[in-house]
């Protein structure tokens, strides 16, 4: 579900082409020891990027104008205007002012 559909297809007939040219150019049991290789290795290569991107969209969202949105997702933290205290949620815990602003 990480992995693109039609990238995945493309990088499968990919390897699939690559392995009936290694069955060509290799001798029988080192062809198809390379061909099963590259199925094996190409789905963990895919995922790894599939992950490298969500990590490069992560800092990203951090730094750019998605940062709130992240920001959201791990609880944004107040600073109470009346004591300085720092926060989450509606109302200050220790002196239960409403008077607060967003903590980055
Ligand atoms: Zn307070």
Do not use: E
């Amino acid at each position: 579900m990480l992995i693109n559909y039609k990238t995945y297809l493309i990088f499968l007939f990919g390897s699939l082409a690559v392995s009936i040219g290694l069955q060509m150019l290799l001798p029988w049991p080192y062809g198809l020891i390379a061909a099963l290789a590259i199925f094996i290795v190409f789905p963990l290569f895919l995922r790894n990027r599939a992950l490298k991107r969500m990590g490069g969209l992560g800092t990203d969202a951090g730094t750019g104008g998605g940062g709130g949105f992240f920001g959201q997702g791990q609880g944004v933290r107040y600073i109470c205007l009346a004591c300085n205290n720092r926060f989450k949620g509606g109302i200050c815990p220790r002196c239960g002012s409403k008077m607060k602003r967003a903590d980055f």
